[in-house]
């Protein structure tokens, strides 16, 4: 009987130790997160944005994450206004904003198609560079997206 006792103690002791954990996927988040910041990057947990299509259609809002590095003078960086949101159904971008200068569109679309998968939208504006995606892979991801994002960071430079 002391044995059944010792037991059930130890398991309500136990038990939410264990439940506090975090889970595997919260400790590669957390990873992430930290090697974007090593990076110089901004994360923050927002609503993912949506296509026109997404939208008219009313389909639900995705939660996701916005890398971005931060612009602390914005007097020096072009004053940009420029979205484009991947549908990721079709694979296909859909831009919101005026045109880009040449060199930075091109940037953009080399990035469009190196950036990972689960990147759902790329933002250029007066806060900086940013991407929003649904953080699915891992520390070489975080590379991939930091290394884009630098290349537009110094495009956008006035």
Not at 21 to 34: E, H, V, Y
Not at 56 to 67: I, K, S
Request: charged share 25%.
């Amino acid at each position: 009987m002391i044995y059944l006792l010792v037991l059930l103690v130890m398991a309500m002791v136990i038990g939410p130790v264990m439940w506090m954990k975090p889970s595997a996927g919260q400790q590669r988040l957390a990873r992430m997160r930290m090697r974007a910041r090593k990076l110089g990057l901004d994360i923050r947990v927002t609503e993912l944005p949506q296509t026109h299509r997404a939208t008219v259609r009313r389909e639900d809002v995705l939660q996701g994450a916005v890398y971005r590095i931060p612009v602390h003078d914005p007097r020096k960086v072009l004053p940009l206004n420029y979205r484009c949101v991947r549908d990721l159904l079709r694979g296909e971008w859909e831009f919101e904003g005026k045109a880009l200068p040449a060199p930075l569109q091109q940037i953009v679309e080399a990035a469009q198609q190196q950036l990972p998968g689960d990147v759902v939208a790329i933002e250029l504006g007066p806060q900086g560079p940013g991407v929003y995606w649904r953080e699915a892979g891992d520390e070489a991801a975080v590379d991939a997206v930091a290394a884009r994002l630098r290349l537009m960071f110094d495009a956008m430079q006035v």
